[in-house]
């Protein structure tokens, strides 16, 4: 049995267009889906009864914990359970036909960790043969657990009050335990979310994902429009507040400080204060 752990929250259209991918792709391996919403204010447990009609189980928080507790709920509630494995997956990502069934067969294969998204800001340090790779990290979304290592890791990380950035503490505490972390190197789901609390800016791809049918290719051309939008818009409410700050009366004023202080002081006393500063900002 697999349990299939979803993180959900707002972003309604991102959602719906996830739901209809996994619901299409071959579930037919043993599985519970289990649905985490943080307390979404653009819907409620209707909606989601009706988007995912099979789920075993549907938690909604009664106070938004953020993304990576809301996150660590999931493991804590699998291990909890008799499944077998554990797939974090996410709101915003589109699946093949194929995933579960190959990740069940790549998971042999491994130290009990695979993700099966391949992500472009996560580097690979080895080609292990023509499916899988090695990387130090990998995020959250789309990694793939045998039970042992989920034990494992919340036998580390054993409450809620630990967690930070979960996805880059995992990755570091199976690398310094000597396990190694498995990636595909054909990306089996491919990212979709923008605007979201990681998400600023630019989100994740996976690399080397196949398009398997021409729905999935308007999604991807549909995101990829859309979060072009999201992107110019967000850079230019940066330019504007940037602009704001740097004609308001305070910014001025530092700035003929620092000037003023540059050249009165001696250039080597200057620029160790400088350094101290910048250290201290990091």
Same mark, same amino acid.
């Given at each position: 049995?697999?349990?299939?752990?979803?993180?959900?929250?707002?972003?309604?259209?991102?959602?719906?267009?996830?739901?209809?991918?996994?619901?299409?792709?071959?579930?037919?391996?043993?599985?519970?889906?289990?649905?985490?919403?943080?307390?979404?204010?653009?819907?409620?447990?209707?909606?989601?009864?009706?988007?995912?009609?099979?789920?075993?189980?549907?938690?909604?928080?009664?106070?938004?914990?953020?993304?990576?507790?809301?996150?660590?709920?999931?493991?804590?509630?699998?291990?909890?359970?008799?499944?077998?494995?554990?797939?974090?997956?996410?709101?915003?990502?589109?699946?093949?036909?194929?995933?579960?069934?190959?990740?069940?067969?790549?998971?042999?294969?491994?130290?009990?960790?695979?993700? &099966?998204?391949?992500? #472009? /800001?996560?580097? $690979?340090? =080895?080609?292990? %043969?023509?499916?899988?790779?090695?990387?130090? @990290?990998?995020?959250?979304?789309?990694?793939?657990?045998?039970?042992?290592?989920?034990?494992?890791? &919340?036998?580390?990380? #054993? /409450?809620?009050? $630990?967690? =930070?950035?979960? %996805?880059?503490?995992?990755?570091?505490?199976? @690398?310094?335990?000597?396990?190694?972390?498995?990636?595909?190197?054909?990306?089996?789901?491919?990212?979709?979310?923008?605007?979201?609390?990681?998400?600023?800016?630019?989100?994740?791809?996976?690399?080397?994902?196949?398009?398997? @049918?021409?729905?999935?290719?308007?999604?991807?051309?549909?995101?990829?429009?859309?979060?072009?939008?999201?992107?110019?818009?967000?850079?230019?409410?940066?330019?504007?507040?940037?602009?704001?700050?740097?004609?308001?009366?305070?910014?001025?004023?530092?700035?003929?400080?620092?000037?003023?202080?540059?050249?009165?002081?001696?250039?080597?006393?200057?620029?160790?204060?400088?350094?101290?500063?910048?250290?201290?900002?990091?």
């Amino acid at each position: 049995m697999v349990t299939i752990g979803i993180t959900t929250y707002n972003r309604k259209n991102i959602v719906e267009i996830m739901a209809k991918s996994l619901y299409k792709s071959d579930l037919t391996v043993p599985h519970a889906i289990r649905i985490y919403d943080d307390c979404s204010t653009e819907y409620g447990r209707d909606f989601l009864e009706k988007l995912f009609p099979t789920a075993a189980s549907i938690k909604i928080n009664p106070v938004n914990l953020r993304a990576d507790k809301n996150m660590y709920q999931m493991y804590a509630d699998f291990i909890t359970t008799g499944d077998e494995y554990f797939f974090n997956a996410d709101s915003d990502v589109i699946f093949t036909n194929q995933w579960l069934n190959k990740a069940i067969n790549l998971i042999e294969k491994t130290d009990g960790i695979v993700s &099966l998204f391949n992500s #472009n /800001t996560h580097k $690979q340090y =080895k080609i292990v %043969d023509d499916a899988l790779c090695l990387k130090n @990290t990998v995020g959250a979304a789309g990694v793939f657990f045998s039970r042992n290592c989920v034990v494992k890791l &919340l036998t580390h990380f #054993n /409450t809620i009050e $630990q967690v =930070k950035s979960f %996805d880059w503490q995992f990755s570091e505490f199976f @690398t310094n335990n000597g396990v190694k972390i498995y990636c595909v190197n054909k990306s089996l789901i491919q990212h979709i979310g923008y605007d979201g609390q990681h998400s600023k800016l630019y989100f994740d791809i996976g690399k080397n994902y196949t398009i398997e @049918t021409v729905g999935d290719g308007q999604i991807i051309n549909d995101i990829f429009e859309n979060s072009m939008d999201n992107t110019m818009v967000k850079a230019e409410e940066t330019a504007a507040v940037h602009e704001k700050r740097i004609n308001s009366f305070g910014y001025c004023f530092k700035r003929c400080i620092i000037i003023f202080i540059k050249n009165i002081m001696p250039k080597v006393l200057y620029n160790k204060i400088k350094s101290r500063l910048l250290k201290s900002r990091k």
